[in-house]
Structure formats: C-alpha cells, structure tokens
C-alpha cells in the first residue's frame, strides 16, 4: 500500500529565503508524485508533477522538486519566498496504474515580511 | 475551458439529515473523484465515477454514496448525518485514464450540528 509522509506539519520562513518542504513516500510500484498547494477557503492547485521523467520538475510559480528513489523523497523546494506563497501544501502519491490519490497530512507554509 | 464546479459552496445541516452535493467537470473530463477533507484526518478518498460507474472506492460507510450522470456532473450523498461529517468535500476531474492530473474543485464545507 502506498503512504506519504509530510516531515513538518508547519514550516515558517522570510519573505526572500529559500522554503523547503519535506516528503517521503512509500508505494509498491513505480509511482506518480504531486506537490498540490490549498489557500485558504480554496480548492487544490497543482503546483508540480512527476511521472517517471525527469528527476527535477519544476512548476509553476519557481517551485521544483527533485524525485529520488533512493531515499524515497519528493521535497519541494523554491529559492526566494513570496507573502503570496501562505498557503498548505500536500505531497501525494498515486500508484502506477490507478488513479487514487493518497495524500500527505499537509505541511502549512508562513511567510513573514 | 471553465473548471471544476461545486455546488452549493456552503451548507449547514443538522444531525439525522440527508444531504446532496453536486460536482460539474471540467468540459471533456469523464471521471470525478470526491475526496473528504477535514483537520484531524486530512484528505480522504471517498469514490470514483467513470462512465456513470463506480469504479474505485475508498473505506467510508454505506452512508455515503454517488452517482454519475451522462454528462459526467457527478452527485454525492451522504445519509443520516453525524457531527463527524462536518468537512469540506472536494471534488477532482480527468479525462479518465488512470495517468491523468486530477483537476479540483473549490469544495463544499458541510457543517453538521
């Protein structure tokens, strides 16, 4: 069965420096793993994907992510925090072949001026 | 093309109740999932429609059910409501194979007094 593991359930940063948010997962088979970002009173947003491609993924709004199997790991980094980048962020995981999501318990992102 | 839709975006309802929430894809996708979310177990699975069937679900009671209509809007609901119910239910489109990102809707915050 495939879980994911959020390593910080908060994260606090300045506006500028680099945000780092940790994930680890564990699945059967070759999976497919997403950085989805929620603000406030809002759906989710895809931010990033991996899908047996490049290592290195990057997203949209400067944020990337580096899959490494070896370590079972999906951090999301990105090098300049913005105030708009509040938000929870979850690490999913989808085993190859089916479509359900399994989700990580979010890791909440402050930004400071 | 528009996104996800969710209606009604709000909902209060009491304990014993039935309730209906209502989820429109995007224009091309023919698979909705739903997914409960609330703050002590996070993102949960509840089931998925593809082609008006059921074809994954999660580990909820029979209390909650769904539907798919021929034109993939897909309905959910839940019976005899329990203060635990109380959640924000969202939503999430693909086209419908098991590879595809799944798109979300802004959700539905259920509360059950």
Redesign the interface.
């Given at each position: 069965a495939q879980s994911v593991t959020q390593l910080d359930s908060h994260v606090s940063v300045s506006e500028g420096t680099p945000v780092l948010l940790r994930c680890n997962y564990s699945s059967s088979y070759s999976p497919?793993l997403?950085w989805?970002v929620q603000h406030p009173?809002?759906?989710?947003?895809?931010l990033l994907?991996y899908?047996s491609a490049a290592t290195l993924v990057k997203g949209i709004n400067g944020f990337e992510a580096e899959f490494k199997k070896s370590e079972t790991s999906f951090h999301l980094t990105k090098p300049s925090a913005h105030m708009s980048d509040a938000a929870e962020y979850?690490c999913v995981v989808r085993e190859a072949?089916?479509?359900?999501?399994?989700?990580?318990?979010?890791t909440m992102l402050l930004v400071s001026p | 093309k528009a996104g996800?839709t969710q209606t009604p975006r709000y909902l209060i309802k009491t304990r014993g109740q039935q309730v209906t929430l209502s989820c429109s894809p995007i224009s091309g996708h023919r698979?909705v999932?739903w997914?409960q979310q609330t703050p002590g177990q996070?993102?949960?699975?509840l089931f998925?429609y593809f082609s008006e069937t059921q074809?994954?679900k999660?580990n909820f009671p029979g209390r909650f059910s769904g539907r798919q209509f021929s034109n993939s809007r897909s309905e959910m609901n839940v019976s005899t409501l329990e203060l635990g119910d109380s959640a924000l239910y969202?939503c999430?489109t693909?086209e419908g194979?098991?590879?595809?990102?799944?798109?979300?809707?802004?959700?539905t915050?259920l509360t059950v007094l």
């Open positions: 497919s997403f989805y009173n809002k759906g989710l947003q895809l994907k899908t979850f072949g089916y479509s359900t999501l399994t989700f990580g318990k979010g | 996800v698979s999932s997914y996070g993102l949960q699975f998925e074809r994954n999660g969202l999430a693909t194979g098991s590879t595809d990102t799944q798109y979300f809707g802004p959700g915050r």
